[in-house]
Structure formats: structure tokens, C-alpha cells
């Protein structure tokens, strides 16, 4: 059964100054966060909860000015900050402080090597190892709404209070396993790619089905999507609530000039209300570019006809590879295949490497892609 947890509430400069420092003191500390995301493009930060063996802080972003001390502990060498699924975590501490948890170990990634389901949920583990079976039902709640509930700050502190145990049971075990390091490399890896932005211009690539139009309309969809991303930086609002993505791909296809043919291609009256003109003027901009300057056409290669067995090559070599040692999915998704193959069709460009080629998979990506070579058709 849970106990309920003592923790602090961290409401003052002063006692963010104080835990931080007593945080500095140990080697290993447990991190989480609540947040909402719901309209918004970036997370709004609800509560940061903070664990190091002896106190569980809940530091309450809504009253913290001065952020330095905790910025100290992100970035102190000497201090492991344990997280579970931290993807979100990672990007809001980057988005908010400018400074992800370095070192850094997520026991989600540690639990892919160690035999456990992929992607396992943090009361799996809890219950694995310490025969704890937690309570999640207040996990879909309003973080930003104060003053919070006890229920809901007893949710907070377990999240970090049994963090910590699990993660020094998963220790000794990764010790002594012969994946240690690579959970170490994966972990750095995984965050470092959480961290990166999107650039503006490559915003077009990131919409279903981009893949379908010709170089003209990709040239207008360029455009739109670089707007839209700015503008939902800017407002810091979800870019679905500005225009779908399937309203972009419309107007990047028809090339619409008045507003009403937007309203025809089955924008959202308040879409066209508040953006009908600036997407009209949008694409007269792209209209003067030169056709010799338009994005080159996406190639979807699941629609070449040696797709199948190439894809099916590799991941017969690759679970000769890896012998049964680790899931095949923790070595190479499918997604990740696809990212290879592409990338070897694509003429081997040195400036962007797929994650097969990357880290402590390279030695895994290298023999895939030898195997390609021979096998060149």
C-alpha cells in the first residue's frame, strides 16, 4: 500500500536556494515535472518535484522568480538527476531554463535493455520493485489551478519518492549488466534530440502527406508552415489551433485568392477569420520565388517496389546481429530502418546521419548498411 509522503512546498526564492544546495550534496537525485499542454505550443510548467533521499520538494513555478539555483543542480556534473519517460521533462526544463538535467538517467530507457515491456509505465516498475501499487487516477488534473489539493500533492511526491528506490535497484542491476554504458550513451542521446528545435524553414516536412504534392505547391506549403511554427512560438499556442494541418496542405495545393474559396476548401470559419488574409498573402509571397528555387519534390520510398525486401533484409541481418542479447526494437524500430534505407537512397549525405549511424548504435548501423551495399539492387 502507499504511505502518505512528507514533502515541502517550495513557494520562496529562498527555500529554492536552500533545497538546491542540499540537493548538490548527493549523487543521485529524482526529478519530475506536471505541466499543462493542452493549447499551448510549449508546456506551461505546473510543478517540478525534486527528490534526493531525505526530502521531497515540490517547488511551485507559479511563485519562483529566481531560478539560478536550480539551474546550478541541472547542469552540477556531479549529480545524477533520475527521471522516468522524461521526453517532456527534458524539453520543458530546455524551453523554461535553457538547461537540461545533465548527467541524466531515464529509468523508462534503462527498463528497454533490462527486459522489461517497451515504453513501461513508472507503476510497473514500482510495483516490480517494490511491491508498491500506485495510484494514478489523478494523473489527467488541472496543475496550473491553485491552491492544489492533498491528493493532488501526494500524486506529485510519489512520482519522485519511489523514483528513487527503483532507480538503486535498476542500479546494481545495470552494473552488472554489459549494457551499462550504452544506457548511458542512449539516455545523453535521447535527450540531446528532445533539445532540438525545428527549424522554420524545414517546417514544411514535418506535415502528413507533404510527400503527395509537386514541387510548386511544396514551395506554397513552405511558406505556411514556416508562418505557422513562428506563430505558434510567438503566442506560444498548439499550431492545430491556428490552421490544421490538413487546411495547410489544401491551401498549398489550390493556391487560393480570395477568402471565400478558402471557406470551399473547408478551412474553419475562424481560421479564415483570423488568418484568411495572411495566408492569401503567403502564398502571393511564394509565387515569386523562381521555379528553380522550389523544395525538392519528398520521395515516399515505401512506393518503390524493392521497398518490401529491403526493409525485410534488414531486419532479418539485424536480429542476426544483435542475437537475441536485446529487443530488436530497442536496437532499431522500424521507423529507424526506414530512416536508413532512405538515407542510403538518398546518396549517403554526410550533414544529416540517421540514428542507426549514431551513437552506440553505429556499430549496428554500419553492418546494416554494409549489408546494403552487397546487396545493392
Same mark, same amino acid.
Given at each position: 500500500?502507499?504511505?502518505?509522503?512528507?514533502?515541502?512546498?517550495?513557494?520562496?526564492?529562498?527555500?529554492?536556494?536552500?533545497?538546491?544546495?542540499?540537493?548538490?550534496?548527493?549523487?543521485? @537525485?529524482? *526529478? %519530475?515535472?506536471?505541466?499543462? #499542454?493542452?493549447?499551448?505550443?510549449?508546456?506551461? $510548467?505546473?510543478?517540478? /518535484? =525534486?527528490? +534526493?533521499?531525505?526530502?521531497?520538494?515540490?517547488?511551485?513555478?507559479?511563485?519562483?522568480?529566481?531560478?539560478?539555483?536550480?539551474?546550478?543542480?541541472?547542469?552540477?556534473?556531479?549529480?545524477?538527476?533520475?527521471?522516468?519517460?522524461?521526453?517532456?521533462?527534458?524539453?520543458?526544463?530546455?524551453?523554461?531554463?535553457?538547461?537540461?538535467?545533465?548527467?541524466?538517467?531515464?529509468?523508462?530507457?534503462?527498463?528497454?535493455?533490462?527486459?522489461?515491456?517497451?515504453?513501461?509505465?513508472?507503476?510497473?516498475?514500482?510495483?516490480?520493485?517494490?511491491? @508498491?501499487? *500506485? %495510484?494514478?487516477?489523478?494523473? #489527467?488534473?488541472?496543475?496550473?489551478?491553485?491552491? $492544489?489539493?492533498?491528493? /493532488? =500533492?501526494? +500524486?506529485?511526491?510519489?512520482?519522485?519518492?519511489?523514483?528513487?528506490?527503483?532507480?538503486?535497484?535498476?542500479?546494481?542491476?545495470?552494473?552488472?549488466?554489459?549494457?551499462?554504458?550504452?544506457?548511458?550513451?542512449?539516455?545523453?542521446?535521447?535527450?540531446?534530440?528532445?533539445?532540438?528545435?525545428?527549424?522554420?524553414?524545414?517546417?514544411?516536412?514535418?506535415?502528413?502527406?507533404?510527400?503527395?504534392?509537386?514541387?510548386?505547391?511544396?514551395?506554397?506549403?513552405?511558406?505556411?508552415?514556416?508562418?505557422?511554427?513562428?506563430?505558434?512560438?510567438?503566442?506560444? *499556442?498548439?499550431?492545430?489551433?491556428?490552421?490544421?494541418?490538413?487546411?495547410?496542405?489544401?491551401?498549398?495545393?489550390?493556391?487560393?485568392?480570395?477568402?471565400?474559396?478558402?471557406?470551399?476548401?473547408?478551412?474553419?470559419?475562424?481560421?479564415?477569420?483570423?488568418?484568411?488574409?495572411?495566408?492569401?498573402?503567403?502564398?502571393?509571397?511564394?509565387?515569386?520565388?523562381?521555379?528553380?528555387?522550389?523544395?525538392?519534390?519528398?520521395?515516399?520510398?515505401?512506393?518503390?517496389?524493392?521497398?518490401?525486401?529491403?526493409?525485410?533484409?534488414?531486419?532479418?541481418?539485424?536480429?542476426?546481429?544483435?542475437?537475441?542479447?536485446?529487443?530488436?526494437?530497442?536496437?532499431?524500430?522500424?521507423?529507424?530502418?526506414?530512416? *536508413?534505407?532512405?538515407?542510403?537512397?538518398?546518396?549517403?549525405?554526410?550533414?544529416?546521419?540517421?540514428?542507426?549511424?549514431?551513437?552506440?548504435?553505429?556499430?549496428?548501423?554500419?553492418?546494416?548498411?554494409?549489408?546494403?551495399?552487397?546487396?545493392?539492387?
Amino acid at each position: 500500500m502507499q504511505i502518505s509522503i512528507p514533502y515541502q512546498i517550495i513557494q520562496q526564492d529562498s527555500q529554492l536556494q536552500q533545497i538546491c544546495e542540499s540537493a548538490q550534496q548527493y549523487q543521485v @537525485v529524482a *526529478l %519530475d515535472t506536471e505541466f499543462e #499542454r493542452i493549447r499551448s505550443y510549449y508546456a506551461k $510548467l505546473g510543478l517540478i /518535484q =525534486l527528490y +534526493y533521499g531525505e526530502q521531497v520538494a515540490l517547488i511551485d513555478p507559479l511563485t519562483i522568480t529566481d531560478w539560478r539555483p536550480f539551474i546550478e543542480l541541472l547542469a552540477n556534473q556531479n549529480v545524477l538527476k533520475v527521471l522516468h519517460a522524461s521526453g517532456e521533462d527534458i524539453e520543458i526544463f530546455y524551453q523554461q531554463f535553457g538547461q537540461r538535467p545533465q548527467p541524466m538517467l531515464d529509468t523508462q530507457i534503462a527498463a528497454n535493455f533490462l527486459g522489461f515491456p517497451l515504453s513501461a509505465g513508472f507503476a510497473l516498475l514500482v510495483e516490480h520493485y517494490l511491491q @508498491v501499487n *500506485l %495510484d494514478k487516477k489523478i494523473s #489527467r488534473t488541472d496543475w496550473l489551478k491553485r491552491p $492544489l489539493t492533498e491528493q /493532488q =500533492l501526494q +500524486y506529485a511526491a510519489a512520482d519522485v519518492y519511489y523514483l528513487l528506490p527503483v532507480y538503486q535497484h535498476m542500479a546494481t542491476i545495470i552494473t552488472a549488466s554489459p549494457w551499462s554504458e550504452m544506457i548511458t550513451q542512449e539516455c545523453q542521446f535521447f535527450a540531446e534530440k528532445r533539445c532540438k528545435q525545428i527549424s522554420p524553414d524545414k517546417a514544411y516536412l514535418e506535415i502528413g502527406n507533404a510527400w503527395r504534392l509537386n514541387r510548386a505547391e511544396l514551395n506554397n506549403l513552405k511558406f505556411l508552415a514556416r508562418w505557422r511554427l513562428q506563430e505558434g512560438m510567438k503566442r506560444n *499556442l498548439a499550431l492545430t489551433f491556428i490552421v490544421s494541418n490538413e487546411g495547410l496542405i489544401k491551401a498549398a495545393i489550390h493556391s487560393p485568392k480570395h477568402t471565400a474559396q478558402l471557406l470551399e476548401l473547408g478551412l474553419h470559419p475562424m481560421e479564415i477569420k483570423r488568418h484568411g488574409k495572411k495566408l492569401l498573402l503567403l502564398l502571393e509571397q511564394a509565387k515569386r520565388v523562381p521555379a528553380e528555387e522550389y523544395p525538392e519534390l519528398i520521395e515516399n520510398i515505401a512506393d518503390r517496389s524493392e521497398y518490401k525486401k529491403q526493409i525485410h533484409l534488414l531486419q532479418k541481418t539485424l536480429k542476426q546481429l544483435v542475437k537475441g542479447q536485446l529487443p530488436l526494437p530497442v536496437v532499431a524500430s522500424k521507423k529507424s530502418l526506414h530512416q *536508413l534505407l532512405k538515407w542510403y537512397w538518398g546518396g549517403e549525405s554526410m550533414e544529416k546521419l540517421p540514428e542507426l549511424l549514431q551513437s552506440w548504435r553505429k556499430p549496428y548501423g554500419e553492418a546494416l548498411l554494409q549489408c546494403l551495399r552487397e546487396t545493392r539492387v
